[in-house]
């Protein structure tokens, strides 16, 4: 089970009450019960998925999405962070964290320094995984929250906060997954050999049916893209790609949307950059914090994720490293096909564009 960062463990009263504490096993079992009715369908290491409601769910975690249907009800000012995994969600948390909170700490003495990003914005499917319902509204606001569930499985009041979406090339953010997978299924296993691991035609073949942890991709993406341009003032949608190519000008437009503007001064004396600076793949991936691999004592972690696994290339285009010319222009047909007419494209990353930019 993870672990609840410090700040948040305000959420949990101890000793809960023995009324408490029926409610929540009460909750909590119904909740199992529905696991054990819907079929497991597929394999993803280390999970099985289950499809809940169109989405494919890991089964471990359809318990908590119940609860967060039923139990998450954010304030006005709370901040959500949405991504569909491996889409850049660590980088969005570290810049929304250190925007948010500029004022309190200094960059020489910053959080970010000593606690993964993961730690400081926790996600919400670990907040309820804990067999009992978090008293969220205790934190101070606004707090940030995050979670990979699709618009369409979170509760209708969740559009009383604000949302921030930020979406990946399919092509980059399926490398991304596999390569996260792979690493982790081979240690949890033991495995030193790759071919242990999670075969990645075999991990293309789903993908592209839609089937992945949070799947099926593109609905996720779409789900998110309608509600910004439904509800622009509660969902804004950003672009890896994008931030990437000009990080600055996406922070001021997040700080905006968050409700805490960058002031002429500090436009003037360079805080967005400075920020941006902290924030970098280079930056926190160079952190001892978030190296991890290798523990306090010199061991190395057992952790199933150890901190290191969220940074691995950080860049915009590495699909060409993996995917065959076939592989990708599958994906781009889909993509295409699933996108058309809702305004949202990935063009300018197709395999035909970057051939043909190459040859140029
Ligand atoms: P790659 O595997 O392509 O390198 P998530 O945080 O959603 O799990 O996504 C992980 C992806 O974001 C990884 O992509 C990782 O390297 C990249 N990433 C992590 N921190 C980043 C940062 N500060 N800036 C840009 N990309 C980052």
Same mark, same amino acid.
């Given at each position: $089970? ?14 809960? =009450? ?30 099985? !998925? ?9 089964? &471990? ?20 962070? &949405? ?20 004022? =309190? ?47 369409s499985l979170l509760p209708k009041s ?8 930020? /979406? ?15 690493? $982790? ?50 969902? !804004? ?5 994008? $931030? ?13 949307? $968050?409700?805490?503007?960058?002031? =002429? ?13 902290? /924030? ?24 199933? &994720? ?13 699909? &060409?490293n993996y995917l065959s010319i076939e ?11 699933? !996108? ?21």
């Open positions: $089970m993870a672990s609840i960062p410090p700040a948040f463990s305000q959420c949990f009263p101890s000793p809960k =009450t023995q009324e408490d504490n029926d409610r929540d096993e009460e909750i909590y079992k119904s909740y199992d019960n529905l696991t054990s009715q819907l079929p497991i369908l597929h394999h993803w290491p280390p999970f099985s !998925l289950i499809h809940y409601q169109s989405c494919w769910i890991p089964n &471990v975690l359809l318990p908590i999405t119940v609860a967060i249907q039923s139990y998450f009800n954010p304030r006005p000012a709370d901040i959500l962070l &949405v991504t569909n995994p491996k889409s850049g969600t660590t980088w969005l948390k570290a810049l929304a964290f250190a925007t948010l909170h500029r004022h =309190t700490y200094s960059l020489s003495n910053h959080p970010l320094l000593t606690t993964t990003p993961h730690d400081c914005v926790p996600f919400l499917e670990t907040l309820f995984n804990h067999r009992t319902i978090p008293h969220l509204n205790i934190l101070p606001s606004p707090t940030i929250f995050t979670t990979h569930l699709p618009l969740v559009l009383s906060c604000r949302i921030v979406y930020l /979406c990946r090339d399919p092509k980059d953010t399926f490398v991304s997954l596999w390569s996260f997978t792979e690493r $982790m299924s081979i240690s949890l296993s033991g495995a030193t050999n790759r071919n242990e691991g999670f075969e990645f035609n075999k991990a293309f073949q789903l993908f592209s049916q839609g089937i992945a942890p949070f799947g099926p991709f593109w609905d996720h993406e779409l789900g998110y893209w309608n509600g910004s341009l439904r509800r622009p003032e509660k969902v !804004l949608f950003l672009r890896y790609e994008k $931030m990437m190519e000009d990080p600055v000008n996406h922070l001021r437009r997040l700080a905006e949307f $968050m409700g805490c503007p960058f002031s =002429t001064e500090e436009e003037r004396d360079g805080v967005m950059e400075d920020l941006v600076g902290l /924030c970098s793949f280079d930056k926190l991936s160079n952190l001892e914090v978030n190296k991890g691999a290798v523990n306090i004592d010199g061991e190395t972690s057992k952790a199933p &994720v150890a901190p290191d696994y969220y940074f691995r290339k950080g860049k915009v285009g590495d699909w &060409v592989m990708a222009e599958k994906l781009d047909a889909i993509t295409k096909e699933k !996108l058309h007419g809702s305004g949202l494209s990935f063009e300018t990353s197709t395999a035909a564009s970057i051939c043909a930019s190459s040859q140029v």
